[in-house]
């Protein structure tokens, strides 16, 4: 995922050196995200720092056959943007952990260390865009979250889009902490299912146009309606 790499911490400064990017550093966990409560959910990081898995498989053919430059969305250490690039597809990831963008560059991916919200390269011209691994929890507000990406696809663009297995739609503040109970800073966060995220995503102009289940994790494609745009 990239779940707090794309986020920034509650003093609005950049996520530099926490749990997250030290789990990102060496490759493994465990790590999860801690909620107000005490509740606990865990957080992938050896899939993440492996080579695409099954499930995985699902959204890469879905970018081949769109045929457009894909952007990874909290790319983290990069194994969807290496994997694109290896299949004839342009992609870009973000990221706000600089830890997950240098991982992504080791790998021959290109990668930016900023937020989604900052200003980013061909806007309104991505033919795809990927949130995977969590990341439709990004800044907590997944309204403001899909419109931004509403308005970095180009007209015909979709968004591929994992969401809860189970349906909810929750606003948390949560902190990672790794296996020693090391914590890093609050900061917001946000779970929703696929109807919570349909029903959202259509109020910014996305309809959904799939929906199906690898593995366990669950997808939607929600695409901007028009005319594919020129490549970026």
Request: net charge positive.
């Amino acid at each position: 995922m990239t779940a707090p790499a794309t986020l920034r911490a509650a003093a609005g400064r950049p996520w530099i050196d926490d749990p997250f990017s030290e789990a990102i550093r060496t490759g493994r966990g465990p790590l999860w995200l801690r909620t107000e409560d005490g509740a606990r959910h865990r957080l992938d990081v050896d899939r993440w720092c492996a080579p695409p898995d099954a499930a995985d498989l699902g959204l890469l053919e879905r970018c081949v056959r769109l045929g457009r430059p894909a952007l990874d969305i909290g790319c983290g250490p990069g194994r969807l943007v290496a994997a694109l690039l290896a299949l004839g597809v342009p992609a870009l990831g973000v990221d706000l952990t600089a830890a997950a963008v240098a991982r992504t560059r080791r790998l021959g991916g290109p990668a930016l260390c900023r937020s989604v919200f900052d200003r980013l390269p061909a806007e309104g011209r991505w033919g795809s865009a990927l949130l995977a691994d969590g990341n439709l929890g990004i800044g907590g507000d997944p309204s403001a979250l899909l419109r931004r990406i509403a308005l970095l696809l180009s007209p015909g663009g979709t968004l591929l889009v994992e969401v809860e297995p189970q349906e909810t739609d929750e606003r948390l503040t949560v902190r990672i902490e790794d296996g020693a109970g090391r914590r890093g800073p609050a900061f917001r966060w946000a779970r929703l299912g696929a109807e919570a995220t349909v029903r959202r995503a259509a109020a910014v102009g996305l309809a959904e146009t799939d929906r199906w289940a690898a593995h366990g994790r669950h997808f939607l494609a929600l695409t901007r309606p028009g005319r594919a745009a020129a490549a970026p």
